[in-house]
């Protein structure tokens, strides 16, 4: 069955060119190389769906294929399954031949998606679960736990404006995580992920459950147009493209980092400030051109679902998986930082530390000049727990 589905999606994960940094560990991590095979489900998904599709015996003349098939045994629960990032992104994790079980939780409208995404012949089972008193079940045994749950962006909001309803949505779906399934891995995609991430990670600690290696602020998106950008500027093959991008995950946090594109490619000085700067307001292009219709639902859950892939590849035991993400971090004088991380079964592994070196006269420039807002929005959510917690 996964075979049938899963090849329409097959898209190479161009981000894989390059190192990728996740969560950071206590420890310091160490530099690795670039890792160039990688795609949406995985080389073992990929390697299983292939040989699937292959019903008559080898002839002797043809290449015969070595290798593992991906296990079907890992549980995701999608947190606001029933809006316009989780239905879509809901979808493409049904399509994961590592899903075993699928659980969707909104506070409304999600035992129809839950019904329609049963439908579809792939392995995983869903169950839906509707309001607070239903999360607990929900979470259960979960593996990876990805959060879209909140309102969208809406013309002229910026994502600090989501920040007094977003926050509040977090904490308590966090909280629930804590108490549920402390050993999972948490995505959060709820913005302002800025913030919302310390949100997490304060709520864990005070939990008694905080894993700095298993928190991750899903910032995929910003390498997934990154990679479209550049590619049709360059008019380059977009699978070969690999452009890392550091800092955070709304307006000038986020820093693509050009001089470091794979394959090597020359920017004006004109090319890299348009494409930086549409990189960093590419959302704000969706939400206008959707005229108060929506956000950027589409592209964000591609983005999240291939994110949850490269998680559950990570854990099935592939240790090649690289990813960006906005994760607790020492490579800056910031506690949390997006940049390329290594997953592995508990995690991060290592945080890339060498692709922030040797950055261009205008990279070196942005970096600095995105701390200070990046700071703010971090001491924003950590004062918001703070705030709760002395008013409980």
């Known amino acids: 069955m996964a075979a049938t ?3 329409t999606f097959s898209v190479k994960s161009t981000s894989s060119a390059g190192p990728r940094i996740s969560p950071m560990q ?6 690795i190389n ?38 079907a045994s890992y549980k995701v629960a999608v947190l606001g399954a029933g809006g316009g990032i989780g239905q879509p992104l809901s979808l493409l994790i049904k399509m994961s031949p590592l899903v075993s079980a699928l659980n969707l939780y909104d506070i409304a409208n999600v035992k129809g998606v839950a019904a329609d995404l049963s439908h579809c012949n792939t392995p995983s089972v869903v169950a839906d679960f509707t309001g607070a008193a239903q999360l607990a079940d929900c979470l259960k045994g979960v593996d990876v736990v990805v959060i879209p749950a909140g309102v969208p962006r809406k013309p002229g ?9 977003n926050a509040g949505i977090v904490k308590n779906l966090v909280e629930a995580v804590a108490d549920n399934c402390p050993e999972a891995f948490v995505h959060i995609i709820s913005n302002p992920v800025n913030s919302t991430v310390p949100i997490a990670a304060e709520v864990l600690k005070r939990k008694g459950v905080y894993n700095p290696k298993k928190l991750f602020g899903v910032t995929t998106l910003d390498v997934v147009r990154a990679n479209t950008f550049v590619a049709d500027k360059k008019n380059l093959k977009l699978i070969d493209v690999d452009v890392p991008v550091i800092g955070g995950h709304a307006g000038i946090t986020i820093l693509p980092l050009l001089s470091k594109t794979k394959p090597e490619v020359s920017f004006s000085e004109k090319e890299v400030q348009e494409l930086t700067v549409r990189i960093q307001n590419a959302g704000t292009e969706v939400v206008e051109a959707k005229a108060g219709a929506g956000s950027a639902t589409l592209s964000m859950a591609y983005a999240a679902a291939r994110f949850v892939e490269s998680s559950l590849r990570a854990l099935d ?3 090649d998986v690289y990813e960006c993400a906005y994760v607790q971090s020492d490579l800056t004088e910031l506690p949390f930082f997006a940049s390329r991380v290594k997953l592995g ?10 692709e922030i070196e040797g950055l261009s006269e205008y990279e070196e420039k942005a970096l600095e000049a995105l701390k200070e807002e990046l700071k703010a929005s971090i001491d924003k959510g950590i004062a918001f727990v703070n705030k709760q917690t002395v008013a409980a």
Do not use: C, W
Request: proline share 7%; aromatic share 10%; no cysteine.
């Open 26 to 31: 206590t420890k310091p991590f160490s530099s």
């Open 157 to 165: 909001m910026t994502r600090d404006d989501l920040f007094n309803i």
């Open 34 to 71: 670039l890792s160039p095979k990688s795609s949406f489900f995985g080389s073992q998904s990929q390697s299983s769906l292939l040989v699937s599709h292959n019903t008559k015996a080898p002839k002797s003349s043809q290449r015969s294929y070595s290798y593992m098939p991906p296990h």
């Open 5 to 7: 589905y899963a090849t």
């Open 345 to 354: 079964r508990n995690g991060v592994e290592a945080v890339i530390s060498k």
């Open 317 to 319: 035991g592939d240790s």
